[in-house]
């Protein structure tokens, strides 16, 4: 796919400098002078689809969800229409304080003025660690690093945060509770638009336990930014993933082979499908691409929630929406944790992960 970021070369052993020298990728964007980028951090795009900037995603109301029946179905079809043709839209009236989020905006960004001493307190050595702080997305196996620090929180069903800095215990609390709710509702909505009962994920997956993840990205002006690469093309796991950011672009998806810039409306959350929603839906939900690039005029700081079944849960093609004949499962099942576990071990590449549970047609 034309979409897939490769590095320019792969740089010798010798040009590659430690990444304990620079820490965190803040503190390299930060250095006195800096006026170009390491080989470690240059990527060269393959030719990209035009991005269209007149597109803008589909925006659902939230509040109507709790409306009247007419009201209510509407929602419902503007539901699955975004889903089933972007499988990106935005919410308003969603009922989470904006104070809120600007005070949790505010807080990630304290966190990631620590110091690389603080910092590494919060390192983490497995992907599975409930509070990792780190750079990149896999430094262990990647030739090439991504333009990006990030800090990733276990909030739910045990609820886990950083100490650090003051009071951002109690903001997250606050915060994952609200983002929780909304995300619980839209799912409903969700499977309603599939024709499925709204509790149908509640009670299948046994979503009392569902594992939530609070994954903060801090992506530093860049001196060579169309060299380099906050995160490539990806999908997310998980059934969904309710995104805010600090008012700076970056985001993008691929939708009718182009790129199209997400710029939210302001107080909205941009809400995507994940991989284990299109496993779900059989593929009628479809997982999109995303990407986020760097810019050299300011620093973009996104917040994103992802939402998935408990982590022992095994998603696969919901019975209703399969038919031996017509519609066959599309999609093996796999132990929740197990899929994290191999995104989250290996190079992200597009959507290679849910490509090795995907069965092939005869």
């Known amino acids: 796919m034309s979409s897939t970021v490769e590095s320019v070369s792969q740089p010798s052993q010798a040009s590659i400098q430690p990444l304990a020298k620079f820490g965190c990728i803040k503190t390299l964007a930060e250095k006195p002078g800096l006026s170009s980028i390491p080989p470690t951090y240059t990527f060269t795009k393959n030719p990209d689809p035009i991005s269209d900037p007149e597109e803008s995603l589909p925006v659902v109301d939230f509040s109507l969800l709790s409306g009247n029946p007419d009201e209510h179905n509407k929602v419902i079809y503007q539901l699955g229409k975004a889903c089933q043709e972007y499988g990106f839209f935005m919410v308003v009236n969603h009922g989470v304080p904006e104070s809120l989020v600007k005070a949790m905006i505010s807080s990630c960004e304290m966190f990631f003025d620590l110091t690389e001493e ?31 620090d990030y800090l990733k929180l276990f909030i739910r069903p045990e609820f886990h ?44 997956l046994n979503m ?22 906050g995160m490539p093309p990806h999908s997310d796991f998980g059934l969904l993933t309710l995104l805010t950011q600090n008012g700076v672009g970056g985001l993008q998806l691929l939708h009718n082979d182009k790129w199209i810039n997400v710029n939210p409306i302001p107080n909205s959350f941009v809400i995507n499908i994940g991989d284990h929603l299109e ?39 919901a019975p209703d929406l399969t038919d031996a004949e017509s519609n066959p499962p599309a999609y093996i ?16 590449k597009g959507k290679s992960c849910l490509d090795k549970i995907r069965i092939p047609k005869i």
């Not at 307190?121 to 262990?140: A, H, L, Q, W």
């Not at 950083?162 to 499977?191: C, N, Q």
């Open 118 to 148: 603080e910092k590494r307190e919060y390192e983490g050595k497995d992907v599975m660690d409930p509070i990792r702080c780190g750079t990149s997305f896999n430094t262990s196996v990647e030739k090439v690093l991504f333009w990006r």
């Open 161 to 204: 945060s950083v100490d650090k800095p003051a009071g951002f215990r109690e903001l997250l609390l606050e915060y994952s509770k609200r983002i929780g709710e909304m995300g619980m509702e839209l799912l409903k909505g969700i499977t309603e638009s599939l024709g499925l009962e709204a509790c149908y994920i509640e009670k299948a």
């Open 208 to 229: 009392e336990n569902s594992f939530h993840i609070l994954v903060a990205n801090l992506y530093p002006r860049c001196p060579q930014p169309e060299r380099a690469m």
């Open 279 to 317: 496993i779900l839906s059989n593929g009628k939900y479809k997982s999109v691409l995303h990407r986020a690039v760097v810019n050299n005029a300011a620093t973009r700081l996104s917040l994103a929630v992802g939402i998935g079944p408990p982590l022992d849960a095994v998603v696969s093609p």
């Open 333 to 348: 099942g796999m132990k929740y944790c197990e899929y994290i576990r191999l995104q989250q071990t290996n190079q992200l």
